[in-house]
């Protein structure tokens, strides 16, 4: 194998084959393909891009993404004040947002210590709580720092966020508003669950219902006291052309686009169509089989791959005679360490061989890894560390 | 807080409240009971104690129950190569058993150097096909080093391994015989599968029917050819009575025991006679709420504690009341970073409060971190970092 560079933890340019396993592999050509498909989907519509990060959760896949889009995308999302660290820090992203709350002084002093450490990046982050007002007000004045604040406001998730028709929307836009070391960004309006409903007249439905709903009870009580926020945000990969539709979100959050997973490919346009393609997918290998029984042991159990929303599928990234053989295969985590493969015919992956998998969710699948590389005709193009996976 | 050292992610002494949530606790006095007990449960019955390190895949407590047990456990399992690395190289584990296949000369390379590197110590791998064989004899010829090499023999769980009535055993032990770089070490014998098995009586009929008597079976078989194996490994922390009960094995492979888990608690007498305790939790913040509801959203959802075997329960390490009062609380996942308590009676956890949650299944959840921290009296007495976390 070629030298490694030391601050890699794979060459540049090394094979396919030489990888150990189980490895996080990205298709560059996949990957460009969704980049730049987003952007042409949203342009023009009156909505800006914001990618979640929350997806890949690194620096440098930040960099990568920010220079692929040549300027068209300037602000990013994240999900933990780690994500937020690593993608201004490492990423040298100037406009983020952490669509969730912070509740400790520790946390809030995090942020504002991030904000004052590059002043030339906006710093945004979400309340839900009066008392999330105040400690981020007395972390911004101790770093001498200012933070960004928007209210989220409940779009039928029952998780975080007030409810769209209470005074505390009203209420908590005052105190960011009194406080001269926060400006209010706008408003939090988003619905996880509805991401993957399949048809998408059901999601049009369930968007207009939901964040749609709730957007506009929110906005029509503001108005009422001449408050309009500059910016309402949320959605994500699954409802993107719903969203767009009801129109009352003028920036979007999707993450998931750029890999895809296997329960997104299940929504019934986002693959069929040739909108996004799969481009994120575990190598692993066969490390135990038995032919007759059609069972091939891979080196890829639970710890290697989210299962939460389902077992992966089993393909080929180079091979489509070996993709289509694996079509009716299925997975098992045989453990932790064990994925076990059944219906495998014979002859079919020896000892040894690599098999590749499609998570059925990128993000949590993503966290579990160091690195993941990004793979254009079978070498090594990029490696892109995972700073933030963990906390 | 007090300044840290570099090398450390959080300073010794540092007090609970300011750790950084969600976080990996290890409560001391829990710890250093179960370790005691599981070798005082092992001591004179004729089989020896080699604890497995894919419940904590840390160099440092590696070093740390080394010398808590005064000499007597001096060998340890691994279930990855990276976990094998760590025990040996930052753990100071001078035998190690990989209790797992490798099939890649990469893989069975990364073995032989690292044998190679560390002269005294022992390195175990398992096999259940001669290609496997093959595959570490070259690696430990390319070395100068030598591998040993145990083979596996299937209890019933159908993942690895090689049936016990079938000629593959004693043709395996040969192929390993016949090279001069590997050791024959014996045979593997382990079912994952029925350490869940809820009362005794089904778990030693389990024990004596699955690993019993393969072991049996594959024991006979070898006879018949004068050959005995030094050593039958085998069993973990569920059915460690059983196993010594059953007699077959003369090696006990127990990890979670150190820890314990939500899911070894609901065995019947794993707890119920207090064998061992919990010695793990989770630390979380609730970072949004809605008293009227009853609920509070914690920082740690699907990232922060593996759900496979089911969702953790919420308690108090050191408050009995609050532990009381969330005996009834429910948690679901509410996304990756999103953990939804449900029940909470009011006044309880305000807004910003720490609470405690016990995993279902340690090994994958202390997996999504990159340390835990050992904790007595309410304040940071160890900093482990998870070495071999990930691959």
New interface residues.
């Given amino acids: 194998m070629a030298p490694m560079p030391s601050n890699l933890p794979v060459a540049i340019r090394t094979p396919l084959r ?1 990888l ?4 996080l592999l990205v298709l560059m050509p996949q990957l460009e393909h969704n980049e730049a498909a987003m952007r042409s989907l949203v342009r023009g519509r009156g909505a800006n891009l914001r990618p979640h990060a ?1 997806a890949h959760k690194s620096g440098g896949f930040t960099r990568w993404l920010l220079e692929q889009s040549n300027g068209e995308i300037t602000g990013m999302c994240t ?3 780690g994500e937020t660290e690593a993608i201004v820090s490492l990423g040298g992203c100037k406009d983020v947002l952490l669509t ?5 002084d ?2 809030a002093a ?1 942020l504002a210590s991030l904000a004052a450490a590059h002043p030339a990046a906006t710093v945004g982050v979400l309340v ?2 009066r ?2 007002v105040e ?1 981020l007000a007395r972390a911004a004045a101790t770093a001498k720092a200012k933070l960004r604040v928007l209210v989220e406001v409940d779009a039928g ?5 007030v409810r769209a028709d209470s005074p505390e929307v009203l209420s908590l836009v005052r105190a960011i508003e009194a406080e001269p070391v926060l400006d209010w960004g706008g408003l939090h309006v988003y619905h ?1 669950g509805i991401q993957h409903v399949r048809a998408p007249s059901d999601r049009l439905a369930a968007v207009t219902a939901g964040p749609g709903e709730a957007a506009r009870t929110a906005l029509r009580s503001l108005s009422e006291h001449k408050l309009k926020p500059q910016v309402v945000t949320g959605g994500g990969t699954g409802t993107l052309m719903e969203d767009l539709q009801v129109g009352t979100h003028n920036e979007l959050q999707p993450g998931s686009y750029l890999f895809m997973d296997g329960d997104y490919a299940r929504n019934e346009d986002l693959r069929a169509d040739g909108r996004f393609f799969q481009s994120l997918f575990l190598h692993a ?5 038995d032919e007759s029984a059609g ?1 091939r ?1 891979l ?1 890829a159990g ?3 791959c ?3 929303c389902g077992p992966p599928l089993a393909t080929s990234i180079d091979d489509p005679a070996l993709a289509e053989a694996l079509r009716d295969v299925t997975y098992a ?6 994925g ?1 493969l059944r219906g495998v015919p014979p002859g079919v992956l020896p ?2 061989s690599t098999v590749q998998l499609v998570p059925s969710h990128c ?2 699948t993503v ?4 690195y993941m590389v990004g793979v254009r005709n079978g070498l090594v193009e990029h490696v892109w560390t995972i700073d933030a996976r ?2």
């Fill in positions: 030489q150990v396993t189980p490895a929350k999900q933990t004040v969730n709350e912070v509740a400790t520790t946390a995090r839900d709580h008392l999330q400690m998730q029952d998780r975080c966020g996880g290998t066969v490390i135990s089989l069972k042991v080196d639970s710890k290697a989210d299962l939460v985590s045989g453990g932790d360490e064990h076990v000892l040894g993000d949590p966290n579990l890894y160091d963990g906390y």
